[in-house]
């Protein structure tokens, strides 16, 4: 089954979802496929659920929203830039992405 | 009697000499505080500074100028002699008002720097008192003011820096129903603030003004900044259009934070506002700087979106037109201090003065402290064992191990400030790991240290 190298990284305090770790270098399936429905390739709401299913610690429910994204507060950066600049959810995750997970930060 | 050599003499001379002149330098430094603070006083009293006044004070549209004065040129020389800011830049600072809200650790350092750096008139909010715990990072404060509001405090230290520089200060909780005048009456609105209700707060209200906001926050190692509602950009609403669940927001107070963090974060707040005012890179992209203290690259800047079209504060159809009540919309508390948690009632937990009976008794028991292990760290009570709340469930073998077949035996715990404990308890009772008692002690480690034993340290 052909893969896809990504990085995966954490910050504000996503980390510590995910056992302290800043940086995770993952391989995941280059495509998906929902219910009675065709392979398609693997987009940012397959890479969310993986991420939760696959690497999430404990309490998913502070990393997955309700509606297959992120919860509230949380940012996702592809390649250094907002993902709202590239399609969200349906974004195509490409080999060697970079794709940064952001906790907003209250505090100062 | 034998007599000292003459380079003792010297010696001792010239140390008693620098001595001398090291609190020669104290007494002046302290003389000029009490001098400034007294007349600031007398100040308020004549004007009766109450919040109208204040107000009125900060409407005035302050006298603005078409060129500097000689003590000024002087001052500002460093700036002026800069390629891209000069004579020009330092008059747009001079001509412009900044608000900072909250004079904490991203206030403390942004102030000074605005201050000194020669902007007209600066506004600094804030209800807290200085607090001996708010020194690593607020360096803005000092030790003798213990107690005293942090606005005036914040002021009182431009004050000293620069008296060039018009500092107002609020000594106000910014809430939906003072915010807007105090909003409009200022060019650049500066977010030092420490939690997500007055962020959003300060979000809307900078968009019904049209005023820039340069939000800068901290946390632990890390830092964000992001300018909102400028040259296009998004507001915070077009970022995070639904406040965060309240259980995943952390404050300074039990996350902690490296002091350095927010004042790196503050200094750049004070930066990008002081090219705001100058009309410096006016064509950048809206963008976010991310600042983690530990990683390898400290600092990285990514490419934000635009201001959204469908945004319901800044958007071209807003549904939101006025101020709303903050504090129900982010189901959280407009400060950052944490509130008591009653997730079991009263009868079913123990007071810390029951706690200390059953230890002068020597009634044997199990004393499960739930705090982080960097915590039991600074402190504890003898013999306690440590099981952070986030590890209970995967160790609780570890609990029934200690019981070592005492089945009975009573398990009492405790955290800093009994919140963590209940949930603690909970989960020992579900369980069912002793047949004994499982209590939690109300008010935790802070109150021990309050009630029963002054000695214990509080952090
Ligand atoms: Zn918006």
């Not at chain 2, 747009?92 to 206030?107: E, F, K, P, Q, Y």
């Amino acid at each position: 089954m052909a893969t896809l190298n990504i990085n995966l990284q954490f910050s504000g305090g996503m980390e510590l979802l995910f056992d302290n770790q800043k940086s995770i270098n993952v391989q995941i399936p280059s495509t998906f496929s929902d219910k009675a429905v065709e392979k398609h390739a693997t987009n940012m709401r397959d890479l969310i659920a993986w991420t939760a299913e696959n690497l999430v610690q404990e309490r998913p429910e502070l990393f997955l929203g309700n509606d297959g994204s992120v919860r509230s507060g949380i940012l996702v950066l592809v390649n250094d830039a907002d993902w709202e600049l590239e399609g969200e959810l349906e974004y195509e995750v490409q080999d060697g992405d970079e794709i940064v997970f952001i906790s907003t930060l209250h505090g100062g | 009697m034998e007599s000292p050599s003459i380079e003792t003499l010297t010696a001792r001379l010239s140390q008693l000499e620098q001595q001398n002149e090291a609190l020669r330098q104290e007494v002046a430094a302290l003389r000029l505080e009490q001098k400034t603070y007294s007349q600031h006083k007398v100040d308020s009293n004549a004007n009766g500074l109450d919040h109208a006044t204040l107000l009125s004070e900060a409407e005035t549209p302050f006298e603005k100028v078409t060129k500097l004065t000689n003590p000024e040129i002087a001052r500002y020389g460093r700036q002026l002699i800069l390629p891209g800011f000069g004579i020009q830049g330092q008059l747009d600072l001079r001509n412009c008002s900044m608000l900072i809200v909250g004079a904490g650790g991203l206030g403390a350092p942004c102030a000074l720097y605005l201050g000194a750096a020669g902007v007209g008139r600066l506004g600094i909010v804030d209800h807290d008192t200085v607090d001996i715990s708010n020194l690593h990072r607020q360096v803005i404060h000092n030790e003798a003011r213990q107690g005293m509001s942090k606005a005036e405090s914040a002021a009182l230290s431009v004050r000293l820096i620069n008296p060039h520089c018009k500092v107002v200060a609020h000594d106000l909780v910014l809430d939906s129903s003072n915010a807007q005048p105090i909003i409009n009456s200022y060019d650049i609105i500066i977010d030092a603030t420490d939690n997500a209700a007055t962020r959003y707060l300060l979000n809307d209200a900078c968009i019904l003004g049209g005023k820039p906001l340069v939000s800068g926050s901290a946390l632990r190692f890390d830092g964000q900044l992001t300018i909102y509602n400028y040259r296009g950009g998004p507001c915070y609403r077009c970022l995070f259009p639904t406040p965060p669940p309240a259980e995943t927001v952390t404050n300074c107070s039990d996350g902690g934070v490296m002091g350095v963090v927010p004042g790196v974060i503050g200094c750049l707040q004070a930066l990008e506002a002081i090219k705001i005012a100058a009309k410096i890179n006016e064509s950048d992209v809206p963008t976010m700087t991310i600042f983690s203290a530990n990683a390898s690259t400290m600092f990285r800047t990514i490419k934000l979106r635009k201001r959204k079209p469908d945004c319901i504060m800044c958007g071209d159809a807003p549904t939101i037109t006025k101020l709303i009540d903050y504090v129900r919309f982010c189901g959280a508390s407009a400060t950052d201090k944490t509130p008591d948690l009653f997730l079991i009632p009263m009868k079913e937990r123990m007071t810390v003065e029951e706690y200390k009976h059953i230890k002068d008794e020597n009634a044997p028991h199990l004393l499960l402290d739930v705090r982080e292990k960097v915590q039991f760290d600074i402190c504890s009570l003898p013999s306690s064992l440590n099981i952070p709340l986030k590890d209970l469930s995967k160790q609780i073998d570890q609990v029934k191990d200690q019981l070592r077949g005492q089945s009975q035996l009573p398990i009492y715990v405790v955290c800093r400030r009994g919140n963590d404990s209940q949930p603690a308890a909970r989960l020992l009772q579900e369980q069912g790991v002793t047949t004994g008692e499982i209590r939690d002690i109300v008010g935790g480690l802070d109150r021990w240290a309050d009630k029963i034993d002054p000695e214990f340290p509080k952090y």
